[in-house]
C-alpha cells in the first residue's frame, strides 16, 4: 500500500479550531515536522481540510 509523506509548512495561528486539531491528529506540531501515514481515504480527508498548510508527497 502507498504511504504519502505529510510535512507542515506554514503555522496554525490565526486558523480555524477544526484546522488545529486536524493537524493534531495527523501527527503534527510544528512548522517542519514531518509524518508518514498510509494512503487511506480517512487521511487523504484530514490533508484536504488543511491543504493550505502542508505539502504531500508519495513514498514507497
Not at 479550531?17 to 512548522?31: A, D, E, P, V, Y
Request: proline letters at 2%; glycine letters at 4%; charged letters at 30%.
Amino acid at each position: 500500500m502507498a504511504r504519502l509523506k505529510v510535512t507542515q509548512l506554514r503555522s496554525v495561528i490565526g486558523n480555524k479550531q477544526n484546522q488545529r486539531h486536524t493537524l493534531r491528529s495527523l501527527g503534527l506540531k510544528r512548522i517542519r515536522d514531518v509524518v508518514v501515514k498510509e494512503d487511506r481515504p480517512e487521511i487523504r480527508g484530514m490533508i484536504a481540510t488543511v491543504t493550505h498548510l502542508v505539502s504531500v508527497e508519495e513514498v514507497d
